[in-house]
């Protein structure tokens, strides 16, 4: 009978130990790979010489993502601003990058100086500016420039040597206005080191333009003309609040000059002036 009762009790221990491993080889969700039983020797070095065994991996068992919280949710600073941006912001959006400098609803004031060449003599004019800016691509601006200084040009001096009369008119002062239209914008990039900004407009307008006409020998005649303009010029950006422009422009009109005999005679006038200009805004921009 103890015999008996021993047996049971053997029997019961091995069912229980054989359960206790089916058990943990049905649930194992590490595939079969188990850690080594004595934690100091998984924290021991491999001896030298000796390859350190890779636990076998299981082609069958399903595979987990590990996502990295922080990176998943650490958007960039122009993903952010993207998703915020209103319609006032979306306006300065017209290139790859944002545009740092607006001109939309500012005024424009500035300082011309620069030379018109004529056909006798060029001229030194000086002037000032000011615009006001619609928004980024369309202004209307207005303009005074002054001839102060002139002076004889090659080919009136060859014509004095030839004893030839000469017949010259030459600008006086021009005020009007005209349309601006910015069409371009962009940077640059000047030895890798410097990055301006510039942009690059056109302009047609209308000017009063007065010239002064004169010969040897002969009275001057001061000329009141209407003057159409077409000009371009391309910008840069000094900052957020000034820039820098060359100003190609050529002014067409129907002027006078005296003749040799008396009275005078009419023609067509064009004369090409070269300026460079500096302008501030406003109001400022931080």
């Excluded at 010969?215 to 159409?228: C, I, L, P, S, T």
């Excluded at 820098?244 to 067409?252: K, V």
Aim: glycine fraction near 6%; proline fraction near 3%.
């Amino acid at each position: 009978m103890k015999h008996s009762k021993l047996v049971a009790l053997t029997l019961a221990f091995f069912a229980f130990v054989s359960f206790q491993v089916f058990a943990d080889d049905l649930f194992d969700l590490d595939g079969g790979a188990s850690g080594p039983e004595d934690p100091a020797a998984a924290e021991a070095p491999a001896e030298e010489g000796e390859a350190a065994a890779e636990a076998p991996q299981n082609a069958d068992a399903p595979k987990t993502a590990q996502l990295d919280v922080n990176a998943s949710a650490a958007d960039s600073e122009s993903e952010k601003e993207l998703r915020d941006l209103n319609v006032e912001k979306k306006k300065q959006i017209k290139v790859v990058q944002k545009k740092e400098f607006t001109k939309d609803k500012r005024f424009e004031l500035g300082i011309d100086i620069g030379f018109a060449c004529g056909d006798w003599e060029d001229l030194l004019a000086v002037g000032i500016r000011a615009a006001y800016h619609f928004n980024e691509y369309i202004a209307l601006q207005a303009r005074f420039l002054y001839g102060a200084v002139s002076w004889e040009n090659e080919t009136l001096k060859q014509a004095k040597e030839a004893d030839a009369y000469v017949a010259k008119s030459n600008l006086m002062l021009t005020a009007g206005a005209s349309a601006v239209f910015t069409p371009f914008y962009g940077k640059l990039s000047v030895f890798g080191d410097i990055i301006p900004k510039y942009d690059l407009n056109a302009s047609v307008g209308v000017y009063y333009y007065r010239t002064v006409a004169e010969g040897e020998g002969v009275k001057k005649m001061n000329n009141n003309n209407v003057a159409f303009q077409v000009g371009f010029a391309p910008r840069i950006f000094l900052g957020k609040n000034a820039s820098l422009s060359l100003n190609f422009d050529w002014f067409i009109m129907k002027d006078k000059r005296p003749k040799q005999e008396g009275g005078s005679s009419a023609y067509l006038k064009s004369d090409f002036l070269f300026t460079i200009n500096a302008s501030m805004f406003l109001p400022f921009a931080k």
